[in-house]
Nanobody, 120 residues
Framework: QVQLVESGGGLVQPGGSLRLSCAAS????????MGWYRQAPGKQRELVAT???????NYAESVKGRFTVSRDNPKNTAYLQMNSLKPEDTAVYYC??????????????WGQGTQVTVSS
């Protein structure tokens, strides 16, 4: 019923930049919030950044000042601009959406993940 498709991951050198996108489609009435999470090998999934439909943002301390989350509400799309990347940013990045369906259900959905590798 709802699909989240992430794109923009890849290999980048330390200090470089990447821009991730997440497009939501399907049975969507509205989206309360969208967010980005990441999971490195051997570690638990952690919050990177979130943004509400009203534009309120939240960031992990480790990415403040380097990453910027934004959204295009008419397109149901969220973005994550990642600058000054470090090797410790290497992880699979997942998009999350808090969605209200046309049937009045509030549900949580996850994308398939996109690999970000920061290495020389």
């Amino acid at each position: 019923q709802v699909q989240l498709v992430e794109s923009g991951g890849g290999l980048v050198q330390p200090g470089g930049s990447l821009r991730l996108s997440c497009a939501a489609s399907g049975s969507i009435s509205s989206i309360y919030a969208m967010g980005w999470y990441r999971q490195a090998p051997g570690k638990q999934r952690e919050l990177v950044a979130t943004i509400t439909s009203g534009g309120l943002t939240n960031y992990a301390e480790s990415v403040k000042g380097r990453f910027t989350v934004s959204r295009d509400n008419p397109k149901n799309t969220a973005y994550l601009q990642m600058n000054s990347l470090k090797p410790e940013d290497t992880a699979v990045y997942y998009c999350n959406a808090d969605i209200l369906t046309p049937w009045g259900k509030r549900l949580d959905f996850w994308g398939q993940g996109t690999q970000v590798t920061v290495s020389s």
